[in-house]
């Protein structure tokens, strides 16, 4: 019986199967086919300013399917990021219109608020030992209820606008919501702020301390707490980037938009989950990657973007996400499967 | 008890435990415990399960705060209030279940929770250097720091967890019953790493129920029962196996097992003919009788479990096996159990059990057809039944409605025997029935097989433990690389003539 791998690193084929068990395979190839498919059959698909247009929705769902996907790792879910993006919004949207609040500091109060519902999901998820899913579901139904009573209460509408006549707009939007040309694509600047993030996201998951104890916290609660892991910090700032991510995500809306329905972001949370699950991410906890949830997102935006190019009925749209995520799904368990074998 | 024999504490110890109580709700699982540890030897803590062990070696990891009682290390008093502070003493704790991430590399387990990192940002190629330089000083020197945990055999996830509490520059390691999930010389590896890592000062704490081991490679033995400290210090070589037995339970049990029957045995309830099942086992035969037990010894990879396995069903196999002359249809369960064999899995909590669930429903789950009208459950008569069954198996404590994976692993054990009970078994298979269960608890489940075949059930037994098998069963097959290699009735038998058969011509790979 062999305790450990062979000695002389693994021969070629052993290698391929290595690289295949990596979690964001399945999305990868999903990408790749995806955008040949639709490249193919649209050249307008494929021109910058195509590009430039489903990179758009791939990019703010990236960003929260990135934090999503950490959570996911860290073994917890977050039902309320998706009203989050609105809740954020809101809240810049009241402190600037409302008190006439420089917008910078009316970012800066939202940004407080969401570290504190972040941190009062996760609070409560440690203290009271029960599932997430359970917790952040009783958030996510007092946000949306607060999103709609507070805004009729204070505007009597379901709309916040008036966002540009605030001062300190101009800058703000130039770092949340401008676009950038490039060879006649017209690219949001949340693109960047998405890579950036997703970049991060890797980084910090693979080579940190941190990053660490949230596969470990995911992966094996107990043995994580064992051995010194800081199981109830590492969850908690999971929650809280979670909801700081809504919270760049609700900025960069209300910025671009100038104005915040108070059902934004409603029905959103489970398509951040859809996307970190495309990336590989495991509901179970402990298995997942950034990168993954990050071409899930982009399998979403080319998806969404690429049915309005080849001239198919957007209504379709749901059907062929949800057939997206069962192809990934099983993709990813074949491939694993595959893969395992190279170890008996 | 006159063998308590109070040691004075000197210098050389390592660790001294004075009067450790710990009380839980409704329990006191620790009522004065003393526990001497030297630098440098191998420590074995024995006792039944529920003599308090665990609640000791969680006091000594720093997961359970003693509610009196204090705990030094190299003489001084030490506060452990949580696991970290127990690691900063130098203490490690390898539990049965290792507590190691599978999604996470080699060196980022051995290094998880004191990653070497600057502003949190990991260190890897440190990282990666040191865990090879630990993994060389086990003797493990081929497992890549890189390669992830999940992958591992058993044998390698226990290297790396060893390695995980040199990396905390432990004095001081305790390891539960980490034999339990190895073969036979990955055993004999891990005692010499132990002698290794002793004979370069560090102290072992070392808990097993195989009293074979700890004559091995135990230096003391400590003994608990009921949350006291029986006997300290005694020489692990020498003590008496009857003395540590009855020291563990308060009564002079021997190795005991039941008498076997004087008469012959009854018609030949299976049958097995040329079952081969492709690259495990290669065409083997065999018969067991009512009212006769037969053991199959061999080492774990010898396809002994394997053979039980095929003829059960659980796995694909060619060959013709016939129970009570009818012909079993090879890998389908449901039939081999509808026509009256019963399997008690070796990974009892994996295969054979449902941990949730109340003892109640454990017993019936496998003949709920004898409770149920048209698919409806009658739960009058099935909670009747399973009570009738837990005062019959002697079940402690005896309430079928407790979930069971609060009881002993004795006590589950006799609950997935239970299942069997119930009449209409002709056959029934037991793979490893006894690994967790105490000393005390064997001697019981010896007595219920031996009475379940009494009553002309035909059992076919598989046992790593030699004397288990020897003791237990009527007739023994000893298995090597697939094969029966020998066939003796046990009296005939003894442990070093099976284990030179086991292990004649060890398979290369081995």
């Not at chain 1, 990408?31 to 040949?36: E, G, P, Q, S, T």
């Not at chain 2, 980022?108 to 502003?119: K, P, V």
């Not at chain 2, 081929?142 to 390698?156: D, K, M, Q």
């Not at chain 2, 008498?259 to 099942?277: A, Q, Y």
């Amino acid at each position: 019986m062999t305790v450990g791998q062979d000695a002389g690193g693994p021969v070629p084929a052993a290698r391929v199967r290595g690289m295949l068990a990596r979690p964001e395979i399945g999305a990868l190839i999903g990408a790749l086919v995806v955008f040949v498919f639709f490249a193919s059959l649209s050249e307008v698909f494929r021109s910058p300013a195509g590009i430039a247009n489903w990179l758009d929705p791939a990019s703010t769902l990236g960003i929260m399917a990135v934090a999503v996907a950490a959570l996911m790792i860290g073994g917890e879910f977050d039902l309320s990021a998706g009203v989050m993006t609105g809740s954020t919004a809101i809240v810049t949207g009241l402190v600037a219109t409302r008190l006439g609040w420089n917008i910078w500091l009316a970012i800066g109060v939202s940004l407080l608020f969401a570290v504190l519902v972040g941190f009062l999901n996760g609070y409560l998820v440690m203290r009271t030992g029960l599932p997430s899913f359970i917790i952040t579901l009783g958030s996510f139904l007092m946000l949306q209820g607060l999103n709609l009573g507070v805004t009729k209460l204070l505007t009597g509408t379901v709309l916040i606008r008036g966002l540009a006549d605030v001062p300190g707009y101009h800058s703000a939007s130039m770092v949340f919501a401008s676009t950038v040309s490039v060879f006649g694509g017209a690219f949001r600047v949340s693109v960047l702020w998405w890579i950036g993030l997703t970049l991060l996201a890797v980084y910090v998951l693979r080579r940190t301390s941190f990053g660490n104890w949230v596969f470990s916290v995911g992966g094996d609660v107990r043995a994580a707490r064992n051995v010194g892991v800081p199981v109830v910090r590492t969850k908690i700032t999971l929650f809280v980037t979670t909801a700081v991510a809504a919270w760049l995500v609700g900025t960069i809306t209300i910025l671009r938009l100038t104005s915040i329905q108070a059902n934004s972001g409603i029905g959103q949370e489970l398509i951040y989950i859809v996307a970190a699950v495309i990336g590989g991410c495991l509901l179970t906890g402990g298995y997942g990657s950034a990168a993954g949830a990050t071409l899930g997102a982009l399998i979403f935006g080319m998806v969404s973007q690429g049915i309005v190019y080849v001239g198919w009925d957007a209504d379709w749209f749901k059907f062929f996400l949800g057939a997206m995520l069962l192809v990934a799904v099983l993709t990813n368990q074949f491939v694993r499967r595959y893969a395992e074998e190279a170890k008996r | 008890m006159e063998d308590i024999s109070r040691e004075q504490s000197d210098s050389s110890s390592l660790l001294q435990m004075r009067g450790i109580v710990k009380q839980f709700p409704g329990v006191r699982a620790l009522d004065g415990v003393d526990l001497d540890v030297r630098a440098g030897e191998v420590h074995c803590l024995l006792g039944q399960n529920g003599a308090g062990k665990s609640t000791l070696i969680k006091v000594l990891a720093g997961a359970h705060q003693p509610d009196t009682g204090e705990v030094l290390l190299g003489g001084e008093a030490v506060k452990l209030a949580n696991p970290t502070a127990a690691m900063r003493q130098g203490i490690a704790t390898i539990y049965q279940e290792l507590d190691l991430v599978d999604g996470l590399s080699v060196a980022e387990n051995i290094f998880l929770g004191h990653e070497q990192a600057t502003f949190g940002f990991t260190r890897r190629g440190e990282m990666f250097a040191a865990t090879r330089k630990l993994l060389a000083r086990l003797g493990h020197g081929e497992i890549r720091p890189s390669t992830e945990v999940g992958r591992l055999s058993p044998a390698g996830k226990q290297v790396v967890s060893m390695a995980r509490a040199l990396s905390h520059e432990a004095r001081l390691i305790v390891m539960d019953e980490p034999s339990a999930a190895l073969a036979h010389d990955e055993v004999t590896n891990l005692f010499r790493i132990i002698r290794e890592l002793t004979s370069q000062g560090v102290a072992v704490v070392y808990i097993s129920h195989r009293l074979e081991e700890i004559r091995e490679i135990g230096d003391r033995v400590t003994v608990l029962k009921d949350g006291r400290t029986v006997a300290v210090g005694l020489p692990a070589r020498t003590t008496p196996t009857a003395t540590v037995v009855s020291l563990m339970t308060g009564r002079n049990v021997e190795y005991v097992f039941p008498p076997r029957p004087t008469g012959g045995f009854g018609d030949e309830v299976l049958k097995v003919e040329d079952l081969t099942v492709p690259g495990v086992v290669s065409g083997v035969s065999f018969t067991v009788r009512a009212g006769e037990i037969v053991g199959l010894a061999g080492l774990v990879g010898s396809g002994r479990s394997e053979i039980m396995e095929a003829v059960y069903g659980a796995r694909r196999a060619t060959g013709k096996v016939t129970l009570n002359g009818r012909p079993v249809k090879l890998g389908d369960t449901s039939h081999s159990v509808r026509i009256g064999m019963g399997l008690a899995p070796e990974e009892r909590k994996a295969q054979g059990l449902l941990l949730d669930q109340s003892v109640a429903r454990n017993i019936t789950l496998a003949s709920l057809g004898r409770y149920s009208r048209f698919g409806w459950l009658n739960r009058k008569l099935e909670n009747a039944e399973a009570e009738r069954l837990v005062k019959a198996l002697d079940i402690r404590p005896p309430d079928p409605n407790r979930p069971i994976k609060t009881l002993s692993g004795g006590n589950q054990q006799k609950a997935v025997l239970g299942r069997w009970l119930v009449e209409g078994r002709k056959l029934l298979l037991l793979d490893e029935p006894t690994r967790g269960v105490d000393v005390g608890a064997r001697a019981e489940l010896y007595a219920l097989v031996r009475r379940l075949a009494d009553e002309g059930v035909g059992v076919l037994l598989v046992s790593s433990e030699v004397p288990e098998v020897l003791g237990l069963a009527d007739r023994v097959l000893v298995v090597r690389e697939g094969r029966i290699v020998h066939e003796a009735p046990a009296t005939e038998l003894d442990e070093h003539h099976v284990l030179d058969l086991v292990m004649d011509a060890t398979p290369s790979h081995g």
